[in-house]
């Protein structure tokens, strides 16, 4: 890259992912709306968020995971001692469930913040594409590279530059801004089909240590396909290995710790560059969506001490930290 190239980090937010901002947009209007009760489906982050604005509100809540959830985001969702349920499936399986519970009686109280207030949920998405106008002095960066699970966040970030250009607050960059998006390979149903230029999306079913983006049937996969098409920006999918290189070289190059969908986004924006896709001379943002503490498993087995001495000169010098 030779322009700009700009990193949004949200993993400093309240529970260390982005999902903070749909979340408090989300319940905040279910508490208006009269529901008593939170749940959400969830491939983790959205589980920690929902879990803590309801033990910050009073509020109970129930929220649903698939059963091989990665561990740092089981804990950090039961910690707040609120009610988990791990089922035996996909998120696509957990999400399905969910649309059906809704349904019945007994959840009639209840906000699925995904599911009956999704609306609500899903615009909190913007105030990503709100905040990199502001922090960028009210103006646009040229491309941006956003990773995908359902693909709305993606849809949203351009909800937000065009709202923002509409109402006059900046003005759009002289050719337009594009989008990228960035995906798994394990979990790849949007990027495929607009490689095949196709106009379907085929459900896939997950694989791959990208667990946040694993959404197999992606409920706004085709307003992500029209986003980057109409934007003239591509989509591209990175491996596990791919996905801990690029962990490492947001963490190496920046200081950021991303969790494995920020992995993602840097593996991809390495290969749209490497493709001619994207324009290395542009000012472009990258998109880390939650904290790399979430997904130690992930590059766990790839670092470690560069030394191991004993407690004394004669092993520091042994080692060649001393000469």
């Avoid at 322009?3 to 992912?17: C, E, F, I, Y």
């Avoid at 995971?65 to 791990?86: H, Q, S, W």
């Avoid at 499936?89 to 059906?100: F, M, Q």
């Avoid at 394990?186 to 089909?193: E, S, T």
């Amino acid at each position: 890259m030779r322009g700009p190239l700009w990193v949004k980090d949200d993993s400093a937010n309240p529970t260390h992912s982005f999902k903070d901002r749909v979340v408090s947009v989300a319940l905040t209007a279910a508490r208006g709306l009269g529901f008593s009760r939170f749940a959400c489906a969830s491939t983790g982050n959205l589980a920690n968020s929902v879990a803590a604005h309801a033990a910050r509100a009073g509020v109970p809540s129930i929220v649903f995971i698939p059963g091989d959830l990665e561990t740092g985001k089981v804990i950090t969702t039961a910690v707040y001692d609120r009610d988990l349920v791990a089922i035996e499936g996909s998120y696509d399986d957990v999400n399905r469930l969910c649309s059906e519970l809704v349904e019945t009686d007994e959840f009639e109280d209840t906000a699925f913040v995904n599911v009956n207030v999704r609306p609500y949920y899903a615009e909190g998405s913007k105030t990503l594409g709100y905040e990199v106008a502001e922090q960028l002095g009210w103006r646009l960066p040229e491309q941006v590279v956003i990773p995908m699970a359902s693909g709305e966040l993606l849809t949203k970030i351009d909800k937000a530059f065009t709202e923002l250009v509409e109402i006059g607050l900046v003005e759009a960059p002289a050719n337009g801004w594009r989008v990228f998006g960035a995906q798994s390979a394990g979990c790849n149903p949007i990027a495929v089909a607009l490689h095949q230029g196709a106009e379907e999306i085929v459900p896939v079913k997950p694989t791959g240590i990208a667990k946040s983006l694993n959404i197999g049937d992606p409920a706004a996969g085709l307003y992500a396909l029209e986003a980057v098409r109409r934007t003239g920006g591509w989509m591209d999918y990175a491996d596990d290995d791919e996905i801990r290189d690029g962990i490492r070289q947001l963490a190496r190059t920046t200081g950021v710790f991303a969790e494995t969908a920020g992995g993602v986004t840097v593996a991809v924006l390495r290969k749209l560059v490497e493709s001619g896709k994207l324009d290395p001379d542009a000012e472009t943002v990258v998109f880390n969506t939650g904290e790399g503490l979430k997904t130690l498993d992930a590059v766990a087995d790839l670092v470690g001490p560069t030394y191991r001495i004993k407690p004394s000169l004669r092993g520091a010098r042994e080692a060649g930290l001393l000469h």
